[in-house]
Structure formats: structure tokens, C-alpha cells
């Protein structure tokens, strides 16, 4: 569905910033920063660059050829399929791309078969360490399973890529096995980690943490699942798993001023006085926000045909709409933490809404919201962060009708 009112301005602030894109600026001769900034890095390297074009040349507003150079840009120099590889880096990334651009590239299929090859090999090699860990009972790591860096985030391009695959199902029943109970832990939840939100040892969070996030928690395991029992690719055990996961989310749900939301994360001492301060109510960003806990129960309430779950998401991500103040919260125009990945998130929750013109009707006033956004800050060309997401947001709200680019956000 269009938005009517600024479909013209958000296709137009989604090309020029495309445009301006188009010919690549980095050199992969040259040093990165830091492993984000690599060619092969979905957050802000060529590989992101070439999602935005991929997605573009798809709907007829891009050149093939452009996304043909970013991709090949992103796979310059050794492609990683070590430890470091995941969605987000490496050749599952570089799997992700070509999966989409073979739809209407088909010389691309070689590529993409040889790197099928290496994100099984990879996905086998987390699935045998990560149930080892889960044998000899010791504690949750973040890196194992979460969206970015672990077995979620290759579990989303293998039900895309692979739905039936034996190696697809094994990430689907390790992520059930992950919800499972375990005895001796006070009542915490077997996905509560050690360590602190960046997934180290932090003196802040000395017994570990809960986490709710999309990003890097639960909620990320919960959309997964969900989603493989929407397309029909669900294992054993995967509803009861679903249900474990929203009994604990629905048990944190809070209210402030009527608005519905959930934490981003819990310490020990929360979960033991069973109370969290409103004031710690996060920013509705996608990463730990409404943005993407909403689209998560969603999906939830979709799987589970479970109508109050998908109204509930509804009016929590409508309650935003009415506040200012946690608009105003968002951290600029990107995806991860500002104002495209709340905007991304709520134009797939209207997409699958029972009451979808209630979420439209507030979304060309967040598209303006973006727009000036964009014109006022000085924002990084990168995917997450940056302009090339808030470009493929307004490119998907402009059109209506793109590819499933927003996969590796969970959103689809």
C-alpha cells in the first residue's frame, strides 16, 4: 500500500540519496576503520550498499549494473567463512545478496552455489559447539544464537534459501531447544546471558542479564520461529517454544500513560522485585524498542493465530504515533537505533494488521518526520545507521511493492 500524500517525495529523497550512492567512494586497497566498515559488511561496508541497489534495480528504479558493481565490491578479497561469519558479515551476508539478486539474475547462481556450500559448513560448525555448551550446562553467550552475530541471524537466510534443508531445521530445533527450561537458575529463563548487553563481561551487570531485544534477545528467536511456522517449515516442539518465549514477554509487559511496551533488557535484581521504573522504558528504535518487539509479537500472534497478541502489537506501535516524546527519543534517520527502523517496522506491521488503516494513517507523518531528518543531519552512506537505509525505507513506503530486503531485520 502507498502513501499517498508523500509517496512522490519519499521516492524522490530515496533516489537522490540512491544516486548519490551510485558509484562507489571506498577502496578496498585501503585499511577499514574497524571489521564493520570491511567490503563484506552488511552494517557498513559495499555489501549494504548493494542491498539498496539490488532492491532498486528490482522494483525498476535502478540499474543492474550498479548493484552488479557493489556486489562485486563486497565480495573483493577473501571472503570470510571463519568464526567471524554471519549474517551480517562474510559469506552468509554475500549468500543473503545473491539469493535475492538471483531472482533476476541468474548468472549469478554459480556464486551463489558455492557459497551454500560454505554458510552450511559454518552454520553445522555453531550448531555442534553450541549444543556441547547446552550438554555440559554452561551459560548462554550472545554470540551464539543472536540475529547479528549468531545462529538466528543464518537461521533467517536459511528458511529464505533453504526452507527444507536438514541443515535449516537443526537451527530451528536448537532455537526450541534454547527456550527449554533448565533447573537450579532461580527461575530465570534458560536465554538469560552472563554478561552484560554487549555481550561481555560488564561490572554493571554482575549476574548477567535478560534480554528483549530483536537485535541481540528473545525477540529475535521469537520472530524466527514465528516465521517458520508461518511458512510452513515449523519442527517439533516449535509452538510449545513460541509459547515459553511469550509467557515470559507477557509477564514484563508494562504500561505507561495507556501505551503498552516492553524492556529492552532486565538485571537480576529486576527479575527478583519483579518491577521495572518507567523511566527506563526504551527509545521505540528497532534494535531494543517497540519498533521491533512490536513487529516480534506480531509474528508471534500470527504463528499462534492468536488475535489479542497481533491486536496488542498494534496498539503499541500506535501509541508511538501519539507520543512526541518517544519520537523524539529516536537517534537520527538509520535503522538500527532511528527513525527508518521504526517507520521500516510499522509499515510491515500494517502489512499483516487486522485493522491496517488505523498504523497507515500515521505513517506519512513519520515519512515527513524522516525526510527532514535526512536534510538536517550530516548521516553516514551505510546500511544501518545510515542513508542507505532510511533510502530503502522510503523506497519501500514510496512503492509498495519491493523485494523482502528487511529479512535480516526480521521485519519479513
Known sequence: MTISTFDTDALAVASTISEALAKPGMDPTQPPRDQRTLSQSLAGGAAGMALLH???AHTGHGDPATADTWLRLAAAGPVSAADNANLFFGAPT???????????????QGALAKLDDAVVAITTRRLTDAHRRIDNGEALLMREFDLIHGLVGLG????????????????????VRLTEPKGGTAGLPSWWMPTGPSGQSDQDFPDGHGNFGLSH???????????SVIRGAAVPGVVDAIGRICAWTDQWLQCSDG?????????????????????????????YGIAGAARAQ????LALRDARRQELAEEAILAVFKDPDQLDRLDGPGLCHGTAGLLQSAWRIAADALTPSNIHAELPQLTRHLIEQLARSDTEPELMDGTAGAALTLHSVATGVVPDWDAFLLLS
Open 54 to 56: 539490488i532492491t532498486r
Open 94 to 108: 554475500l549468500a543473503y545478496l545473491l539469493h535475492i539478486a538471483s531472482e533476476r539474475t541468474p548468472a549469478y
Open 156 to 175: 533467517v537466510h536459511l528458511l529464505r534459501r533453504h526452507p527444507d534443508h536438514d541443515v535449516t531445521r537443526d537451527v530451528l530445533a536448537y532455537l
Open 217 to 227: 534477545g528473545i525477540a529475535g528467536v521469537l520472530a524466527l520461529l514465528s516465521l
Open 259 to 287: 501505551a503498552a511496551w516492553w524492556p529492552g533488557l532486565i538485571t537480576l535484581d529486576q527479575h527478583h522485585i519483579r518491577r521495572i521504573d518507567p523511566i527506563l522504558r526504551p527509545r521505540p528504535s528497532w534494535c
Open 298 to 301: 506480531q509474528l508471534a500472534g
